[in-house]
């Protein structure tokens, strides 16, 4: 018995020394990647007022990058929280739809603190927005105001179709402009996606023609080189967002 045993261990041991190469490859596959570190730091007065508008804008379009590569920056949120408890920096005022399915920070890879979000069905501007986007710009210091529209937009097209109900019916007449300022001679309904995405961009300019013609502080600001008022559409498939600066 003793022999059986002493046979056995040695048998086994040969084996394993029998072939090196094939133990250092199992090894080898049972590395775990470390996870990146968590980013805890959050925009500063400092770090916000260096930047120039181009500058805020080109990190948008690489965040955007990120976010379409499915790369976006590992952050404590929780840290994020306590450090913007006291006070916040934001760099840009981002005039988003309503829609659901375009998560703005996560869109441009921002975080806690990064920017100023406003949000309502088919990126219209009116009164409150315009007050809170002087708010965002003259006195919180943010340097670009970003017109976000997307494909498929709801609004849009209720806008197209020229629905009516209830409080939609006013809602949708801010809208509306976009749709006449659209020279399109096919069909003019939300049925054609190429006379939707047209209006789609028309409704973004025409949202940043309102926002100069509405707010001489703005103006003002953009014309002095304080700010810029950009537009951009985003793309629901891809997740990609096209600038129309």
Same mark, same amino acid.
């Given at each position: 018995?003793?022999?059986?045993?002493?046979?056995?261990?040695?048998?086994?041991? =040969?084996? &394993?020394?029998?072939?090196?190469? /094939?133990?250092?490859? #199992? +090894? @080898?596959?049972?590395?775990?990647?470390?996870?990146?570190?968590?980013?805890?730091?959050?925009?500063?007065?400092?770090?916000?007022?260096?930047?120039?508008?181009?500058?805020?804008?080109?990190?948008?379009?690489?965040?955007?990058?990120?976010?379409?590569?499915?790369? =976006?920056? &590992?952050?404590?949120?929780?840290? /994020?929280?306590?450090? #913007? +408890? @006291?006070?916040?920096?934001?760099?840009?005022?981002?005039?988003?739809?309503?829609?659901?399915?375009?998560?703005?920070?996560?869109?441009?890879?921002?975080?806690?603190?990064?920017?100023?979000?406003?949000?309502?069905?088919?990126?219209?501007?009116?009164?409150?927005? =315009?007050?809170?986007?002087?708010?965002?710009?003259?006195?919180?210091?943010?340097?670009?105001?970003?017109?976000?529209?997307?494909?498929?937009?709801?609004?849009?097209?209720?806008?197209?179709?020229?629905?009516?109900?209830?409080?939609?019916?006013?809602?949708?007449?801010?809208?509306?402009?976009?749709?006449?300022?659209?020279?399109?001679?096919?069909?003019?309904?939300?049925?054609?996606?190429?006379?939707?995405?047209?209006?789609?961009?028309?409704?973004?300019?025409?949202?940043?023609?309102?926002?100069?013609?509405?707010?001489?502080?703005?103006?003002?600001?953009?014309?002095?080189?304080?700010?810029?008022?950009?537009?951009?559409?985003?793309?629901?498939?891809?997740?990609?967002?096209?600038?129309?600066?």
């Amino acid at each position: 018995m003793k022999t059986l045993i002493i046979a056995t261990i040695g048998l086994a041991s =040969l084996m &394993a020394c029998s072939n090196p190469k /094939q133990n250092e490859t #199992t +090894a @080898s596959e049972t590395v775990v990647e470390k996870p990146k570190p968590l980013v805890q730091e959050v925009l500063t007065k400092e770090q916000r007022d260096a930047l120039t508008p181009d500058e805020i804008i080109q990190t948008f379009k690489e965040g955007n990058e990120r976010f379409m590569n499915n790369d =976006l920056t &590992a952050r404590d949120h929780s840290a /994020q929280v306590r450090k #913007t +408890a @006291s006070g916040q920096f934001p760099k840009a005022v981002v005039l988003s739809c309503l829609d659901s399915r375009v998560p703005v920070e996560d869109v441009f890879d921002r975080g806690v603190g990064d920017i100023f979000v406003g949000r309502v069905a088919g990126n219209f501007v009116n009164e409150d927005l =315009l007050g809170s986007m002087e708010f965002g710009c003259k006195v919180a210091g943010a340097k670009v105001i970003l017109v976000l529209g997307h494909e498929h937009c709801g609004a849009v097209k209720a806008a197209i179709d020229d629905v009516k109900l209830g409080n939609i019916t006013a809602m949708l007449s801010k809208i509306r402009p976009a749709v006449d300022k659209v020279s399109y001679e096919g069909d003019r309904t939300s049925s054609n996606p190429a006379f939707v995405h047209q209006v789609c961009e028309s409704n973004v300019k025409h949202t940043m023609d309102q926002i100069r013609q509405n707010s001489s502080i703005l103006k003002e600001m953009e014309d002095n080189s304080q700010i810029k008022i950009i537009g951009g559409v985003y793309d629901m498939d891809s997740g990609k967002v096209t600038f129309l600066e």
